[in-house]
């Protein structure tokens, strides 16, 4: 069983920025792919973005590509999303998830565990 926490959300002016956290704990941490997704109110959870186990492979929606950054320190079990440049339509619960050996995916029914969410507001 792997917990997930995240952290860092809160309310930002367009062009700010932001850094979400995503503590993990339980099961080893550096096993895991970990990836970033959104739900904005009325729409259906998008994915963000993943990152591989050893931090050396990413890939970003192409909605946030060139704005967000995702990294991991297995040191500390925490990814993190720095989301530069935010736009209102970043507006959003962010969602930490962790996926068991599936490798770099976009796909949410490939996650095996679910962080409660952190909500992220823009205003224009």
């Known amino acids: 069983q792997v917990q997930l926490v995240e952290s860092g959300g809160g309310l930002v002016q367009a062009g700010g920025s932001l850094r979400l956290s995503c503590a993990a704990s339980g099961r080893t941490f550096s096993k895991f792919y970990m990836g970033w997704f959104r739900q904005a109110p009325g729409k259906e959870r998008e994915f963000v973005s993943v990152?591989?186990?050893?931090?050396?492979?990413?890939n970003y929606a192409d909605s946030v590509k060139g704005r967000f950054t995702i990294s991991r320190d297995n040191d500390k079990n925490t990814v993190y999303l720095q989301m530069n440049s935010l736009k209102p339509e970043d507006t959003a619960v962010y969602y930490c998830?962790?996926?068991?050996?599936?490798?770099?995916?976009?796909?949410?029914?490939?996650?095996?565990?679910w962080g409660q969410g952190t909500q992220v507001t823009v205003s224009s």
């Open positions: 998830a962790a996926s068991n050996g599936r490798g770099i995916t976009d796909v949410a029914d490939r996650y095996d565990y």
């Open positions: 990152i591989n186990w050893s931090g050396g492979s990413t």
